[in-house]
């Protein structure tokens, strides 16, 4: 399906709990954090040496099928000319550039549970789970790679 704009999803979100089940890794937490606009349930892995986070604290999480603004599909091989990568050198500027935390993941898997989905991503093993009204997230296609993109707020 062609589609006229990267973003698939963005929301802000407050962190609830961090940890729950005890810290399992070294630099990395799982953060439970719940949206006030669309009302979104969240369980994020993510790794705390490069995006610090603690209970309490607020950031802006999107979603997103592609880094490019013109939002034509990126490429599936390292590209050096990429602005994200060398940005500094072209001025270009790209949706990494204003985020501080950036994943990728692979297809994302899907739980529909009445009125919540559930929607699954692993970022190379760091995983996550969002949850929540099924118009909000129909966007979020299984047949397409997730960009993840934070910004503290």
Not at 25 to 34: E, G, T, Y
Not at 96 to 110: E, I, R, T
Not at 117 to 137: H, N, Q, R, T, W
């Amino acid at each position: 399906m062609a589609r006229s704009q990267p973003i698939l999803f963005e929301d802000v979100f407050d962190v609830v709990d961090k940890d729950p089940d005890g810290k399992k890794f070294d630099n990395v937490s799982r953060f439970i954090c719940h949206s006030d606009l669309y009302e979104m349930d969240l369980h994020l892995d993510i790794n705390t040496e490069l995006f610090p986070l603690q209970r309490n604290d607020k950031f802006s999480l999107v979603l997103a099928w592609t880094l490019n603004l013109d939002a034509t599909p990126g490429s599936e091989k390292y590209d050096a000319d990429f602005p994200a990568i060398s940005g500094r050198r072209t001025g270009r500027r790209t949706p990494p550039h204003n985020y501080d935390y950036v994943m990728h993941g692979p297809p994302p898997k899907y739980k529909d549970n009445n009125m919540k989905v559930e929607v699954y991503v692993s970022f190379g093993g760091l995983l996550m789970k969002l949850a929540g009204d099924p118009a909000k997230l129909e966007p979020i296609e299984v047949d397409n790679n997730v960009y993840l993109l934070l910004k503290k707020l």
